[in-house]
């Protein structure tokens, strides 16, 4: 008996030694990126980094006022769109998706879900761009909002999954029609879950660069318009990048530390309101 405890007590240190590893493994990748962005960008993360323009070529100094201004901006148009469409997508995959249509529904979402971003800014200029003869910011908007979707329409669909039956039950012996209660009932049980959702989405919008280059374009000046090429951060992040500047490659490591900041922080707003929905239900 004492053998048989002692191997199995070996071998739980050493599972618990290589699930550790594991662990470590996978966070190494992550805090080294991180901890290199902050010691190539902190220096240059000041003031005027926010609230003024790009110098121009060749000249040391300048912020990125706009792009950070125009990367909420379309941001914000896709979430006007693409929210909604993606609640409402996902409301019907959940309360009456089991059919034919909601199963092919289900799998076009999947696809779309995998599409390389660039094809949809791709898409996106062919839609938006070649008509209006000019890079837009509502072209932008459109392309983001379509990455959007799915995450949005998949994880809303998962949350009304979880709501219980006899919440639905409880309301159709009430006399409630369905649409009441899946507005007024499941969908308010589902809230902060789906609010997690989109967060993610948002997230994964914020750092895009690709389909932005068939769409939105970049400028160098305060937006102009929604129907003119704007600023955004990843956007500016590429083009001081790829420059042969020293002050430009500064500005680049500055910027991508303030979009590392900006998705870690929607990262931890979606962590929070995961653990209070959880807490809810207790």
């Known amino acids: 008996m004492k053998a048989v405890y002692r191997r199995r007590k070996v071998v739980n240190a050493l599972m618990c030694a290589v699930v550790f590893l594991c662990a470590f493994l996978t966070l190494a990748p992550l805090i080294s990126i991180f901890g290199y962005v902050v010691s190539k960008g902190i220096a240059s993360v000041n003031f005027d980094f926010f609230t003024h323009l790009p110098k121009p070529v060749g000249e040391p100094g300048g912020g990125m006022g706009n792009a950070i201004v125009g990367s909420l901006i379309l941001v914000g148009l896709s979430c006007l769109w693409a929210i909604p469409l993606g609640i409402a997508g996902g409301v019907y995959l959940s309360e009456f998706g089991n059919s034919k249509l909601g199963a092919a529904v289900r799998f076009t979402t999947d696809v779309l879900n995998g599409v390389p971003s660039i094809v949809i800014g791709i898409?996106?200029?062919?839609?938006?761009?070649?008509?209006?003869?000019?890079?837009?910011?509502?072209?932008?908007?459109?392309?983001?909002?379509?990455?959007?979707?799915?995450?949005?329409?998949?994880?809303?669909?998962?949350?009304?999954?979880?709501?219980?039956?006899?919440?639905?039950?409880?309301?159709?012996?009430?006399?409630?029609?369905?649409?009441?209660?899946?507005?007024?009932?499941?969908?308010?049980?589902?809230?902060?879950?789906?609010?997690?959702?989109?967060?993610?989405?948002?997230?994964?919008?914020?750092?895009?660069?690709?389909?932005?280059?068939f769409t939105a374009f970049g400028n160098r000046f305060w937006h102009q318009g929604l129907d003119q090429p704007m600023a955004a951060l990843p956007l500016q992040i590429f083009v001081y990048a790829i420059s042969p500047f020293d002050d430009w490659h500064r500005q680049a490591w500055a910027g991508a530390l303030v979009l590392i900041a900006m998705v870690f922080l929607i990262s931890i707003v979606s962590r929070i309101v995961i653990y209070l929905r959880y807490r809810s239900f207790k």
């Open 123 to 213: 898409f996106a200029y062919t839609l938006f761009v070649v008509p209006m003869k000019s890079f837009s910011a509502v072209s932008g908007g459109f392309a983001l909002g379509i990455i959007m979707i799915p995450t949005v329409m998949r994880t809303t669909e998962e949350m009304l999954r979880l709501v219980p039956a006899t919440l639905r039950e409880a309301a159709f012996a009430l006399g409630i029609n369905q649409f009441r209660t899946t507005m007024n009932i499941v969908l308010k049980t589902a809230l902060p879950g789906v609010l997690t959702g989109i967060l993610l989405a948002i997230a994964r919008i914020a750092g895009e660069t690709a389909p932005l280059l």
